[in-house]
Nanobody, 122 residues
Framework: QVQLVESGGGSVQAGGSLRLSCTASGYTYSNYCMGWFRQAPGKERERVSNIGRDGSTSYADSVKGRFTISRDNAKKTLYLQMDSLEPEDTAKYYC????????????????WGQGTQVTVSS
């Protein structure tokens, strides 16, 4: 079955950097779109960034220019490089997998990891 395991979270000061990783197993990784989402206490989960099967990327406005999503299909790993971190980035970060659908992806992201905590102090 699909398994996603995030790592790389931690505590940093504002302005610092972290690199999150998400290792996938149980499916043909290269066929799936992938995404990063986050949820802060008391807030709804929000999309951070996603990457298509062709490597195309998109970002939430709040992280554009600071975060970079990438994928290594040979290693079945998704990355999120987070620079210039702000206290508002504090949240639990989740990776998710989106299966192929009619030449694109389903946009339903039915598969999720357990998350990794990122805490940014001012």
């Amino acid at each position: 079955q699909v398994q996603l395991v995030e790592s790389g979270g931690g505590s940093v000061q504002a302005g610092g950097s972290l690199r999150l990783s998400c290792t996938a197993s149980g499916y043909t990784y290269s066929n799936y779109c992938m995404g990063w989402f986050r949820q802060a206490p008391g807030k709804e989960r929000e999309r951070v960034s996603n990457i298509g099967r062709d490597g195309s990327t998109s970002y939430a406005d709040s992280v554009k220019g600071r975060f970079t999503i990438s994928r290594d299909n040979a290693k079945k790993t998704l990355y999120l490089q987070m620079d210039s971190l702000e206290p508002e980035d504090t949240a639990k970060y989740y990776c998710a997998a989106d299966p192929p659908f009619y030449g694109g992806c389903s946009r339903t992201f039915p598969y999720w990891g357990q998350g990794t905590q990122v805490t940014v102090s001012s």
